[in-house]
Structure formats: C-alpha cells, structure tokens
C-alpha cells in the first residue's frame, strides 16, 4: 500500500513535469519576431520595385535606398521595373527574425569587360642583408659594450 502510494506520487510529479514543459516548449517556440526583415539595394534611378504587393518608387535621389520592409514568413517576390519592362526578378524565402539584404539591378545591361591587370615578371632577386655573427665573449664579466656600426 506505502510503495502504491509512492509511486502513484512520483507519476504525478513525472505529469506535472512533462506537461509543464510542455506548455514552456511552446511559449519558448512562438516567442520572439514573428515577422522578418528585406533590405534591398538599387542600383538603377528612376524604376519602380515591387516587393510583394507593395510598390516603391525609387526616384532620382541617392537617399531612397535601402528600401527596408518587415515581411511575413515565407516566399516572397522582389521586381524591378522601368516603364513597365521588367528589368530584375527575384524570389527569396524569410525565417522569423530573419534579415535578408538583396541587391536590385539591370541583367538587361551588357556587363563590362573584366579589367585585364598586366602579367608582372618575376620578382627581382632580393635578399636580406647578411648579418654576421659575432663570436660570443669568453668571458661574460669581461665583455664590453661596443656601439653598433652598420657593416
């Protein structure tokens, strides 16, 4: 009968833990941002970016970008236009608390040439400056100190 009610104690402390962790598990997995955040760059004046449904139009100024949206979890679409020519598109994916910066430009532009530096020859042969080595005192208490002199 003592060892019945004993363990019946233990199963309702071994309850009570688990389902209070349970219930701890849950609060600790919804707590924090719920929402993400975009960061996007762009590289182009005078074209309209759409993320999502949300429209921005990035002008001639130099201080309209970055353009920063808190979005939800979750697939979303970046454009960019110009006169209704789609000039970039993108899809990219948001975590809850998740900061993603993208950069918007113009693939419709040819790219520059890779700048071709010039093939340096070998390296001239240089060497350190030999030092020679003194020949240690014979006797430490009667070494003298001697002003250095460039050789």
């Known amino acids: 009968m003592v060892i019945r009610g004993a363990l019946v104690v233990i199963a309702n402390r071994v309850g009570a833990l688990l389902l209070g962790g349970f219930f701890l598990w ?60 789609i000039l970039y598109e993108e899809r990219f994916s948001l975590q809850p608390g998740e900061e993603v910066v993208l950069t918007a430009w113009d693939k419709t532009k040819p790219r520059p040439e890779p700048v071709q530096l010039p093939r340096l020859g070998p390296l001239p042969n240089w060497r350190p400056p030999l030092v020679r080595p003194t020949a240690p005192p014979r006797n430490l208490l009667s070494a003298q100190v001697r002003p250095y002199s460039h050789p």
């Not at 979750?74 to 020519?85: D, I, P, V």
Request: proline share 5%.
């Open 26 to 85: 849950q609060v600790i997995e919804h707590a924090g941002p719920f929402k993400g955040e975009a960061i996007v760059h762009v590289s182009e004046r005078n074209v309209d970016v759409m993320i999502d449904q949300w429209n921005y139009r990035v002008g001639t100024k130099k201080n309209e970008t970055p353009i920063t949206c808190e979005l939800s979890p979750g697939w979303h679409s970046l454009t960019m236009r110009r006169e209704g020519k």
